[in-house]
């Protein structure tokens, strides 16, 4: 009864990347950058936005990584912790 349309979106990681308006391309750039602002020197590709799409890896971020994606996605830690586990139950079924 409470629930409204946007609690029935199925949201996926492509989904959180789609409403930015990002290209995989520009995600990974923007990722990058600002992993590397955090003292990380992980780089991040267009694959590796593919694959975490996809499910063929699962991303894995410290939690100073992991506020910095959901700030870029404008998404909540929720909605980035299902869409993450969308995408592996995707790739496993």
């Given at each position: 009864?409470?629930?409204?349309?946007?609690?029935?979106?199925?949201?996926?990681?492509?989904?959180?990347?789609?409403?930015?308006?990002l290209?995989?391309e520009?995600?990974?750039a923007?990722?990058?950058?600002?992993?590397?602002?955090?003292?990380?020197?992980?780089?991040?590709?267009?694959?590796?936005?593919?694959?975490?799409?996809?499910?063929?890896?699962?991303?894995?971020?410290?939690?100073?990584?992991?506020?910095?994606?959901?700030?870029?996605?404008?998404?909540?830690?929720?909605?980035?912790?299902?869409?993450?586990?969308?995408?592996?139950?995707?790739?496993?079924?």
């Open positions: 009864m409470g629930e409204n349309h946007q609690d029935r979106e199925l949201v996926t990681f492509m989904t959180l990347r789609s409403r930015t308006g290209t995989q520009d995600l990974a923007q990722l990058s950058r600002e992993f590397k602002s955090l003292g990380s020197y992980r780089k991040v590709t267009k694959k590796s936005i593919s694959d975490w799409e996809t499910g063929r890896h699962k991303p894995r971020f410290t939690p100073e990584e992991t506020l910095a994606v959901c700030t870029i996605l404008g998404c909540s830690l929720d909605e980035l912790a299902k869409a993450s586990q969308l995408a592996i139950s995707a790739a496993v079924a």
